[in-house]
């Protein structure tokens, strides 16, 4: 797939996504989140890459949904929503949940860079990713109510996960903005860095992931934390996670990560996401 609102770079085995609409603080469009689905259902196949880095071109990360059209920017009833697409061929409702199905089930974890206003969708989008790092001064804002829209995207679901419910019903029935401080004392963002230290903190997290873990286990985890965390009890859980440790424990990657610790020196995994999963875990 060609893409034209993102660009997609593989480096040292970390994918950077950069959104890239830059003359308009890269406002989110139909075509955009089919580009995000794309890439990264690619990089989920491509055992090259094994972290992503999603930021923007220029002085933002993501001004919500571009809405250039006006007062009908967001209406498809009559043909096609820059922010919602086509109607007649699913618009961005599409089967397996379109980009955000694409970053949940992702088998690669995913780190946002917020260089600059994220809000709307421009938030929302990074809720299933792994890792939120924002520029000083960034604004962000789940700014619906102020729209008479709803929170999409599934932020309903991830947005409490994230920050528990009082945290998530104080900016969603607020619609405000919000510093990238308050972001961070509210848990969505790890760390607030200094503009220029942005990417390079993105990147030293990424390396980190490419260079000491193996990837199955990566892959593995990031599910297992995202999807049985919400269980009301430890036993699905339990039921889950000593069969996967066992199956593991057989193969060449546990064995290569004690020898590496024992010789103090770095791991050489050899497994891959794309041939090595456990039979035992469902992907659904």
């Known amino acids: 797939m060609a893409y034209r609102d993102i660009l997609y770079e593989v480096e040292d085995r970390v994918l950077t996504i950069t959104l890239n609409r830059p003359d308009k603080l890269n406002a ?21 890459v094994r972290a992503i880095i999603v930021t923007g071109a220029g002085r933002g990360f993501c001004a919500g949904a571009d809405i250039s059209d006006g007062a009908g920017a967001f209406d498809a009833s009559e043909g096609k929503s820059v922010a919602f697409g086509d109607p007649a061929a699913g618009g961005t ?19 946002a860079a917020l260089n600059g206003p994220a809000v ?51 900016w969603c029935l607020s619609g405000r903005l919000f510093g990238a401080e308050e972001a961070a004392a509210g848990g969505l963002v790890k760390e607030v860095l200094a503009p220029d230290a942005l990417m390079g903190r ?34 699905s859980t339990l039921a889950v996670d000593g069969g996967l440790a066992m199956d593991l424990g057989a193969g060449p990657d ?14 050489r995994f050899t497994g891959k996401v794309s041939r090595d999963m456990p039979a035992r875990w469902s992907p659904s």
Do not use: H, N
């Not at 989110?28 to 090259?48: S, W």
């Not at 804002?141 to 947005?159: T, Y």
């Open 93 to 111: 409702r599409r089967a397996g949940g379109g980009f955000v199905g694409a970053i949940y089930t992702c088998r690669k974890p995913s780190i």
């Open 202 to 235: 993105a990147r030293q997290i990424a390396r980190e992931i490419a260079e000491e873990t193996a990837p199955v286990s990566i892959a593995l985890t990031r599910q297992m934390l995202w999807r049985l965390s919400s269980a009301p009890d430890p036993w």
């Open 254 to 267: 546990v064995k290569e990560g004690v020898a590496a610790f024992l010789e103090r020196r770095k791991p």
């Open 120 to 170: 709307g969708v421009g938030l929302t989008l990074t809720l299933p990713m792994d890792i939120r790092l924002a520029a000083e001064g960034a604004k962000l804002g789940f700014v619906f109510a102020r729209r008479g829209l709803v929170p999409e995207a599934g932020s309903a679901w991830f947005l409490p996960r994230l920050v528990g419910l009082p945290q998530a019903l104080d």
């Open 28 to 48: 989110y469009t139909a075509v955009m989140g089919q580009e995000l689905e794309d890439a990264f259902r690619r990089a989920d196949e491509d055992d090259e």
